[in-house]
């Protein structure tokens, strides 16, 4: 149990990684046709194209989980539930707190909420791919905590 605990912490941990990663290298790369509407809405719908990137890791979940299910991948349920839980804090902090697709959280006041906000203005001022910075999402350079 503690090890599937343990893999649970580094799995979150990772997905950090992994989302600056492919936001860095892949959203801003070669899939940027997809990530692009997300940086500047050229459409009337609430959903973008860039709500596609969420099916990939989204599957990856379901894949572990299924693999645990079936006897193939003992922590498999460890790291679809870190790969979940990953996916709900940025779902919560990206869409909901920060881009307000929801109505929540308006008024949160903290010192990092303040400085994840200002992190990501600092993303979407680049319109284009290029010259971007500030990729992840929960791990804020400090600079940004200042006033």
Same mark, same amino acid.
């Given at each position: 149990?503690?090890?599937?605990?343990?893999? @649970?912490? %580094?799995?979150?941990? !990772?997905m950090e &990684?992994?989302? /600056?990663?492919?936001?860095k290298?892949?959203?801003?790369?070669?899939?940027?046709s997809?990530?692009?509407?997300h940086?500047?809405?050229?459409?009337?719908?609430?959903?973008?194209?860039?709500?596609?990137?969420?099916? @990939?890791? %989204?599957?990856?979940? !379901?894949?572990? &989980?299924?693999l /645990?299910?079936?006897?193939?991948?003992?922590?498999?349920?460890?790291?679809?539930l870190g790969?979940?839980?990953?996916?709900?804090?940025y779902?919560t902090?990206?869409?909901?707190?920060?881009?307000?697709?929801?109505?929540?959280f308006r008024?949160?006041?903290?010192?990092?909420?303040?400085?994840?906000?200002r992190?990501?203005?600092?993303?979407?001022?680049?319109?284009?791919?290029?010259?971007?910075?500030?990729?992840?999402?929960?791990?804020?350079?400090?600079?940004?905590?200042?006033?």
């Amino acid at each position: 149990m503690f090890l599937q605990i343990l893999v @649970f912490f %580094a799995t979150f941990c !990772i997905m950090e &990684f992994m989302a /600056w990663f492919s936001h860095k290298y892949i959203m801003h790369g070669f899939l940027w046709s997809l990530h692009a509407d997300h940086h500047k809405k050229d459409h009337d719908s609430w959903f973008e194209r860039n709500d596609a990137f969420f099916l @990939f890791y %989204a599957v990856v979940s !379901i894949g572990c &989980f299924l693999l /645990w299910q079936k006897g193939i991948f003992d922590l498999g349920i460890a790291v679809g539930l870190g790969i979940f839980a990953y996916g709900l804090a940025y779902f919560t902090v990206h869409d909901i707190f920060i881009h307000q697709r929801f109505k929540l959280f308006r008024n949160a006041n903290n010192r990092f909420s303040r400085a994840v906000r200002r992190a990501h203005k600092m993303h979407h001022k680049h319109v284009g791919k290029e010259h971007g910075e500030c990729f992840g999402m929960l791990v804020v350079p400090f600079k940004y905590y200042k006033k």
